[in-house]
């Protein structure tokens, strides 16, 4: 420990050096911290609207067929691929029928894409329940669940009727039980949701014949695997959000990779700081270190000295840049957009690992060259 | 007495080929426990050259160091290293004291190196050096803080405390003023005779050297001289 307590010795005797650089490594970390949560929790929101309120993989009848059976629900789920414990990835499978119809009111008719499904199973695809921004939730016989942009746009509310041209040809008279608000201008306009008997009854369907089995998964980002393995397993047609979404995906990809990028940078920066730090202290100090080793000390304790300064360093600059980190992400609370970033525990931790590493390995060449000089060189220089 | 440093044709060449310089040449002395005795020189002679190699902070280029019946030529530097903080104490022309510790933590840095935890034995050794080095009182001061001659006589005091056989002084007083040249060499000879150990004091005053019990002269390499002191007056 004595490396050790000679390290603390010679960053306290510099005190305004050993804080400068304490304070930029606190501003790397602090910046690798926010950016890092800043896009970990932008790509979250923009997945979670995208993904949050709609089916991961829609199971759909093989070619040649019109319906698929409610049980392939359940087979869709054990079929599915597992995640490492053993679990099914899909956590959610609920057989919908889909249909379209047309919205007359006077003069004005718009278009809307219906799901009809037991309202249980609506709710674990959609989330409507806590969605609903007008109404209780519940799809009982003959009633409709429609979107904010729809119930504006035509002045509906709970508990209005509403006439829907089906496509048997028949207009059937609907209650709005509930207005929704998905977070998306596209699903609040057009998007409606049906009970199961009336939308069987639309598409003259029996009672175990569905359009398509929706279903949600563990793994957001799993979806492509899980369509096409239960396609193979299942031989169904399976559709997924991530093929629907490849300019989304790889938009994201390209921020990601750009975060990395300043990350690395930011670290490459600090990394750069307390190496010439550390090799400006390895100059200053030559006239100690030699006489310590002149009275004994060995090559490989004197080296430590450095690895524990910047481990100090390190540590000091990587508590300072969590808080930091922590601040500017409070800070952000307070700016006007329409998510808040959220501070990733692993992240942090990821990130605090990342900095001590770098502090240690910045101090690989002022240890190596501390660990080779020769006490003659600081006693014969005088 | 027995032989406690054995100094075996030691030389040293700086640089090779044509720019190559015979600093020491074919040196031989066995210095005794106790002795008490001093290297001179002019400056440039090599009497700090042999200095270094018997204090095992260079390598010669030719010959041997037996130290305390070890031989160092079969040493690598951690075993150096290690001889060095148990067997020899040493005393600089600059006192290279760490300035960022205190006198008291300067005093016990040769026991903190070689492992050791502070015990009281040693807190009573530390006061009992203080003592004899007449620094009572400035144990909690910064080394900064003391004037030329209170460092040095620390430097002693830390070269003293690891109790080494043999103290290798190289100009010790070379810094200080006559008063405090004097307080040095009358506290280095009350350490060898109170405590036995042995000094090797290199200097090129030879009035110095004549307070000395036995005198070694090296010129142009070489140890031209190795004479008992007949303590005749002081040549200054």
């Known amino acids: 420990m004595l490396s050790f307590k000679i390290a603390a010795r010679f960053l306290r005797s510099s005190p305004a050096q050993s804080a400068l650089i304490i304070a930029g490594i606190s501003v ?69 029928r889909t249909l379209s119809a047309i919205y007359a009111d006077g003069e004005d008719s718009v278009p809307l894409s219906i799901t009809g499904g037991e309202a249980e199973g609506l709710d674990a695809i959609y989330g409507l329940a806590e969605k609903l921004t007008d109404g209780t939730y519940g799809l009982g016989e003959a009633q409709v669940i429609v979107g904010t ?42 998007l409606a949701f049906i009970d199961s008997a009336s939308s069987a009854e639309a598409l003259d369907m029996a009672d175990d014949q569905y359009s398509a089995i929706q279903m949600q998964l563990t793994d957001v980002f799993a979806s492509t695997d899980v369509a096409n393995e239960l396609a193979k397993s299942l031989g169904v047609v399976a559709t997924d959000w991530q093929t629907e979404n490849e300019e989304l995906l790889s938009g994201l990809a390209a921020q990601s990779a750009s975060s990395t990028m300043i990350q690395v940078f930011v670290l490459v920066a600090v990394a750069l700081g307390i190496a010439s730090t550390l090799a400006i202290s390895a100059v200053q100090k030559t006239r100690q270190i030699g006489i310590l080793k002149a009275i004994g000390m060995r090559d490989a304790a004197a080296g430590r000295i450095f690895l524990w300064q910047a481990a100090l360093l390190g540590a000091g600059g990587t508590l300072g840049g969590i808080g930091l980190g922590y601040l500017l992400i409070w800070g952000f609370s ?49 | 007495m027995a032989e406690l440093l054995v100094a075996e044709t030691l030389g040293k060449i700086y640089g090779t080929g044509d720019a190559a310089t015979h600093a020491l040449t074919g040196v031989s002395f066995v210095v005794a426990e106790g002795e008490f005795a001093s290297i001179v020189g002019q400056s440039g002679s090599g009497k700090s050259t042999l200095l270094n190699l018997i204090g095992l902070l260079d390598t010669p280029s030719a010959g041997r160091v037996v130290l305390g019946g070890t031989d160092t030529s079969a040493l690598r530097r951690k075993g150096r290293a290690q001889l060095r903080n148990e067997a020899l104490g040493f005393v600089f022309q600059f006192h290279y004291l760490l300035p960022e510790f205190s006198v008291w933590e300067n005093l016990t840095m040769p026991a903190q190196i070689a492992g050791q935890r502070v015990t009281g034995e040693d807190r009573t050794r530390v006061m009992e050096m203080l003592s004899l080095l007449g620094l009572e009182g400035l144990e909690r001061k910064n080394a900064n803080q003391l004037s030329g001659g209170q460092k040095q006589r620390v430097a002693i005091g830390r070269a003293l405390m690891n109790r080494p056989r043999l103290i290798l002084a190289d100009e010790p007083t070379g810094n200080l003023d006559t008063t405090n040249t004097e307080a040095v060499y009358e506290l280095f000879r009350r350490i060898n005779r109170e405590l036995g150990t042995t000094f090797l004091i290199v200097t090129h005053d030879r009035a110095v050297a004549q307070q000395t019990d036995r005198i070694l002269e090296v010129r142009d390499g070489e140890l031209v001289q190795d004479v008992r002191n007949d303590y005749g007056p002081p040549v200054r």
């Open chain 1, 28 to 96: 790397g970390i602090a910046t690798q911290v926010f950016v890092g949560s800043l896009i970990t929790s932008l790509q979250a929101d923009l997945i979670d609207s995208t993904v949050g309120s709609s089916p991961h993989v829609t199971l759909l009848p093989a070619e040649g067929d019109t319906s698929v059976s409610g049980s392939l629900a359940d087979e869709a789920v054990a079929a599915a691929p597992t995640d490492s414990s053993g679990d099914s990835l899909v956590s959610v499978a609920v057989p919908v």
């Open chain 1, 149 to 190: 942009g729809f119930a504006e746009d035509y002045g509906v509310s709970a508990g209005d009727t509403l006439p829907l041209l089906l496509p048997s040809g028949q207009t059937g008279e609907f209650e709005v039980s509930g207005v929704f608000d998905l977070g998306a201008a596209a699903a609040n306009d057009r």
């Open chain 1, 334 to 382: 307070f700016a006007p957009v329409p998510f808040s970033v959220s501070p990733e525990p692993a992240f942090i931790a990821i990130s605090g690992i990342i900095g001590m590493s770098v502090a240690l390995a910045s101090s690989i060449i002022p240890a190596r060259s501390t660990s080779r000089l020769d006490p003659i060189e600081v006693i014969q220089g005088g």
